[in-house]
């Protein structure tokens, strides 16, 4: 009783750990662990319905088949900003892409905001920053032809 949350009233908390300790609940708890124990797939549909989840994918599968993209990446690229995605689900939340996981960050896809062009006001020549730019461009095609 001592770790009761101030927010829940006395005669609740007490009715909540009685029914922690009964068996209806112990058996309820253990029945459980074993139907988790055998998923094999997570559920990661969030708060969206079903229905929801179903339309976007529909959607997106329109979209696909139909050849709509609205930027000119490569089909070969996971992702990209204004990829199908992006175009059904909306904008992404900061610091995060969509279906690639935790890991990958925007910026360590694409880059940052910032281009050559700024790194010029801040003090790179445009001579340097023109040589950058080719380099950068060569290394795309090397890349498409390799990769």
Same mark, same amino acid.
């Given at each position: 009783m001592k770790n009761r949350p101030s927010h829940i009233p006395r005669d609740q908390w007490t009715g909540l750990?009685?029914?922690w300790l009964s068996?209806? !609940? =112990?058996?309820?708890?253990?029945?459980?662990?074993? $139907?988790? !124990? =055998?998923q094999k797939m997570p559920?990661?549909?969030? $708060?969206?319905?079903i229905a929801t989840l179903m339309n976007e994918k529909d959607m997106m599968n329109e979209?696909?088949?139909?050849?709509e993209t609205s930027n000119e990446q490569h089909r070969?690229?996971?992702?990209w900003e204004g990829d199908v995605y992006s175009q059904v689900l909306g904008t992404e939340k900061s610091g995060y892409v969509r279906g690639l996981g935790l890991d990958p960050t925007p910026s360590l896809l694409w880059g940052g905001k910032s281009s050559l062009r700024n790194v010029v006001?801040?003090?790179?020549?445009n001579e340097a920053a023109h040589r950058l730019e080719q380099e950068?461009?060569?290394?795309?095609?090397l890349n498409k032809k390799t990769g």
């Open positions: 750990i009685w029914y068996d209806k !609940a =112990k058996k309820r708890s253990q029945a459980n662990r074993i $139907s988790r !124990a =055998k559920h990661t549909g969030g $708060s969206k319905s979209r696909l088949n139909n050849g070969s690229d996971v992702a006001a801040d003090g790179l020549s950068i461009n060569e290394l795309k095609e």
